[in-house]
């Protein structure tokens, strides 16, 4: 670790202050422990911190960043900066600003941040559209806000960029459709879908998290109850089998044929959601689409059922349709818990129906973001690197990127593995 900024050595990290909008510097000192705490569980960011800090590979260029403002964050603006980047964050989520982070990053590295926990809408179409008129090179997304909105606005915030990255499904969903209009005016490379993010992000990231935030904002025992997973993606068979894990009756429903296949074949009920409705105690909605919970389902659910979303977006549980279905208003019966009465029965929705794990949780832990993150670094460096040669376009992450994250992320476990024997390699290469 370097110390740089943490909460015992003020001294270098202490910068002039910048342009910011947080909710409160006075947060900053609970801000720093928290990012600390995170630091110490993310050494391959560590690793990759110290080695900007010596190289400088980013120096002089201008990032923005649209992520969840978390103490994870904090750790990866640290080692952008250190690598010599001049890095603006704001918030992907209103709900998941980390408001001590952010203004720790204020106050203690000299980060121009704009997230406010709680912000609205036009809020966040601010902090974006401040965010792009100090016209950086690169860009990090979390569900491809600052990519969309650059070229959309076109002129020059779009001219100048060299490059994104984009951490989330639902991001690159939206950046594919631009692909395909033929408007994707820069590289971006896919973070969300390299081979260590898939084994880290979705399955034990959401899996843990999502539950960390139903437990955290209910307090309902899992064990006992039956939880329905709507969407078995990577992010809904991590949560599936922790579910599982803690004794829960599991449900699964699916659109897709072979992923419904393949949860049957891991020893899941599978149903469709009109019929899992009647039989559910904890709906959690992972699909990445829209309207997966409805007026249908909220007429046959059972008094105290609880409602979760921990997909990007909140529009998997129709609040519209939640609200028309239930007598009189939502009551805040706890923290982060709105009860409907829908026909007599009590409907609990949970975190206003946004991303559950990052809402009424802290979202993935520091050990699962260490690897997204150290990937974002690598990459953000990559697009440096390769400027004029990545053609505008949705890039995979390098094979050499993935493989250097998976390795220091196994030798920090302290795990060895073995190499092929060259007799191995031989008749593996005989078959390519
Ligand atoms: N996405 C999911 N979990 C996160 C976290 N802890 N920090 C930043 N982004 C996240």
């Known amino acids: 670790m370097t110390g740089r900024g943490s909460p015992g050595a003020p001294v270098e990290a202490r910068r002039s202050r910048p342009a910011h ?5 006075a947060l900053a000192p609970s801000g720093a422990a928290r990012i600390e705490w995170a630091d110490a569980q993310m050494p391959v960011l560590r690793q990759i911190r110290d ?19 978390t103490a994870e964050t904090a750790n990866l603006v640290r080692a ?11 918030s992907a989520n209103p709900l998941s600003t980390q408001d001590d982070v952010a203004a720790a990053l204020v106050i203690d590295h000299g980060i121009e941040v704009r997230a406010v926990r709680g912000e609205g809408l036009d809020q966040f179409a ?36 060299i490059g994104g990255t984009e951490e989330t ?36 990231g959401t899996g843990q998290s999502a539950l960390d935030g139903i437990v955290r904002a209910s307090n309902v025992l899992l064990a006992g109850h039956t939880l329905v997973v709507i969407g ?19 449900i699964v429903c699916e659109i897709d044929p072979l992923r419904a296949l393949e949860a049957r074949m891991a020893g899941y009920e599978v ?70 009465d829908v026909s007599g029965r009590r409907l609990n929705l949970l975190a ?17 973001m260490d690897v997204s993150f150290a990937l974002q670094a690598l990459c953000v460096e990559e697009l440096v690197r390769r400027h004029g040669e990545l053609g505008p376009g949705i890039h995979p992450v390098p094979a050499a990127i993935d493989e250097e994250v998976g390795r220091l992320k196994l030798a920090a476990l302290g795990v060895r593995i073995d190499e092929p024997t060259p007799e191995q390699a031989d008749y593996r290469e005989s078959w390519l």
């Open 169 to 204: 499904t639902t991001g690159l969903v939206r950046l594919r459709r631009l692909q395909h209009a033929g408007e994707l005016a820069c590289p971006v490379l896919a973070v969300n879908e390299a081979r260590t993010e898939r084994a880290l992000n979705d399955r034990h």
């Open 80 to 90: 952008l900066q250190a690598g010599g980047a001049e890095v603006a964050l704001c």
């Open 126 to 161: 601010e902090h974006v559209a401040a965010l792009l008129a100090g016209t950086p090179q690169l860009t990090i997304d979390d569900g491809a806000d600052l990519l969309v909105t650059a070229h959309a606005a076109g002129g020059e915030a779009l001219a100048r960029l």
């Open 51 to 69: 080695r900007f800090d010596r190289v400088r590979p980013l120096d002089g260029f201008r990032i923005a960043a649209c992520l969840h403002v």
């Open 271 to 340: 149903m469709p959601a009109l019929v899992a409705a009647e039989r559910g105690d904890i709906f959690v909605t992972v699909t990445g689409s829209r309207r997966v919970l409805r007026g249908e389902h909220f007429e046959k659910m059972k008094d105290g059922a609880l409602l979760a979303n921990a997909g990007h977006f909140d529009v998997e549980i129709d609040l519209d349709e939640l609200r028309a279905h239930a007598t009189g208003p939502g009551r805040e019966v706890r923290p982060l818990v709105e009860q409907y």
């Open 232 to 250: 078995y993606g990577w992010a809904g068979q991590g949560v599936a089998e922790r579910a599982r894990g803690a004794g829960a009756a599991v």
């Open 352 to 368: 206003h129906g946004r991303v559950v794990n990052l809402a009424a949780a802290e979202g993935h832990p520091a050990a699962v």
């Open 21 to 25: 909008a947080v909710a409160d510097l």
